[in-house]
């Protein structure tokens, strides 16, 4: 559904779990600081939108700002937030250890400060909300597991490419772990790991280098489809190795996210299956939750872990995945 359905589903929605809340917020008039590592990313731009929802159903002005993955652009921002004195910072961060010092300033600020879709080192956050990320790398690999056994290969006989998500990251670092260990226990072999710092340029490249140093690689798993598939789908197709399920020489590709294009290539029979996130819920709650930190309420959990929804051939088209509600 477009961006305004979703804005008035999450509105109605909003206004059933907390009216209250909402009601005490419009009369401070607050200001929240949203830093994001990229806002022309679709993931992090449901995650803002979704925010978006929650804190203009409850009259706060946000102020979002793309960090443009620099750790130290992110930080230059939390501090001008701290300077201008906003009531709360939401924020995805670029760099774990980097970004714990801007978490310790918001605390010396007393300014509430919850972390989305990845967590830092140190300081001390209100809040964070995001991916079970080790069990969405672990889905990603039972998903491969499954098309393999439905192409009739033997999980020994797959010779897998890992793309990883930026190692600096809780989220790269965590869905790199639940992959490689349950590929482990599952017996499938890894032969490739190759950096890609959630890019998809760095994907493209990286395909194309690990398909030269070993041209009989027959599996995929893209850390993220967001900022992954289209490089892996841009070099598949220049090494003549771009081919649907239903034919023979397909190349096994599963991921995490679960993006409009992620969801196409299921459709379509290029992805197998994905270990998507829940996006809209995840906005939609640490906009929440900074909303009751700064009102001084108690959190009742100061750490959400959505599970993984897993996506496939057979259910691509429901409404259940966060792609399919744009």
Known sequence: MKRATL???MALLASVAWGASAAEAKKAALTFGVCLPQLDNEGFRVN?????VVTDHAGIKTLPFSANNSAETQMLQIEDLIVKGVDAIIFTPVDA??????VEKANKAKIPIVAMDRSTSGGKLTGLV?????????????????????????????????????????????????FADRAKELGIPIVSALPTE???????SATMDAFQANP????????SDVAMHAGVE???????????????????????????????????????????????????KAAEMAIAAQQGKAIKESVIRFPPDMVTPENATSKDHWANQL
């Open 7 to 9: 804005l008035l589903a």
């Open 48 to 52: 803002l939108d979704s925010i978006q």
């Open 97 to 102: 250890d980097a970004m714990s010092t801007a």
């Open 130 to 178: 995001e991916s079970d990320n080790v069990a969405h790398g672990r889905g990603a690999a039972d998903l491969m597991a499954s098309a393999a056994k439905k192409a009739g290969l033997p999980l020994a006989k797959l010779k897998v490419l890992e793309l990883l998500g930026a190692q600096a990251t809780s989220a790269g670092l965590e869905r790199h772990k639940g």
């Open 198 to 204: 959630w890019q998809s340029d760095k994907a493209n």
């Open 216 to 223: 009989d690689i027959n599996a995929i798993f893209e850390a």
């Open 234 to 284: 841009s070099a598949l197709k220049q090494i003549g190795k771009l081919h649907a399920s239903s034919e023979k020489a397909h190349i096994i590709i599963t991921t995490v996210d679960g993006g409009p294009k992620g969801i196409e290539a299921v459709k379509n029979g290029y992805i197998d299956g994905i270990a998507a996130q829940q996006l809209i819920m995840m906005g939609k």
